[in-house]
Each structure stands twice: as C-alpha cells, then as structure tokens.
C-alpha cells in the first residue's frame, strides 16, 4: 500500500470523509480542497501524499459549525493567529507516528516555509507545538502523547 492509500484508509476508518475530483487551479494546496468537512483531492494535481493528512487535521479540528460552512482555505474564515495551525500540525504528526510513517511524508521541503527539518527535529525530540490545544480540545493527554484519545474535535 502506497502513502496515499494508507492516509485515505485512516482518514475513512476515523470518519473524515473524502472524495477524488478533478479541481481547478485556484486551490490552497495543488490538489486539495476542504468543503464542508469534506477533503476533495485530485489525484492528477496531488503534490505531496501527506497534504492530505495535514489538510485532513484542518477537518479533524473544526467545530460542528465550522464544518458546515468552512470551504477552500481555513485561513480565510478565521481572525489572524486562530487558524489552529499549531493544533493541525501536531495533531498530524500523532497521525504520523499511529501510521507507521516517516515524518517527511508530511513535513516536506516544500512545504511549512522551509521549516520542515525544523518541525521533524522538534516532534521528535519530543517538543510537541500545538500539543496543548490537542489536550483542551480532549483528543489527547500530555502523558501519553502521540496517542490520541480520539481523532476528531467533538
């Protein structure tokens, strides 16, 4: 099983749903786009196998309401600094860590303005950023992080 495989598995197996479509250029990332709660993915124009994890931790975050009205990028319905980017990118590498993965499938060199070295260093090492708003959002514990309780935001 390829890298997209097993994330598509994971993300059907935890209920975030997703659906293969051809999409224009206008997306946020080259073959993805977040509609409602749903991740839309172009196999064609799919750069990166692990955007759709990390675009998938966006969903997995989402308030019930968000998840009703949020499309294209979540950066555009939210004030500046509550985009949960923090959360996302932890959240991912729990994703990771549960998959089997190497952090490179997510945090690429092109990806996360050249700091993917610097996030791989720090996650696992063991400096987990976002973690606390995984643990106000009940998903997970600080003790025993990457292990989540459950997946996706109630």
């Known amino acids: 099983m390829n890298y997209q495989d097993q994330i598509l598995s994971f993300l059907k197996e935890i209920g975030i749903p997703t659906v293969s479509s051809t999409l224009d250029d206008s997306t946020f990332l080259p073959g993805l786009k977040i509609d409602k709660g749903t991740l839309f993915y172009d196999p064609e124009k799919l750069k990166y196998p692990g955007d759709l994890l990390h675009e998938a931790g966006h969903i997995a975050l989402m308030t019930k309401e968000e998840k009703e009205t949020i499309a294209g990028n979540v950066k555009e319905f939210r004030p500046p600094g509550q985009d949960n980017e923090m959360g996302v990118m932890c959240w991912t590498y729990a994703a990771l860590v549960h998959l089997g993965l190497p952090p490179e499938v997510v945090f690429h060199p092109d990806g ?34 990457p292990k989540m309780k459950k997946w996706i935001r109630s």
């Open 112 to 145: 996360y303005k050249g700091d993917s070295e610097m996030l791989i260093m720090e996650y696992t090492n063991g400096q987990y950023r976002g973690l606390p708003l995984l643990v106000w959002m009940e998903l997970c514990d600080y003790e025993t992080f």
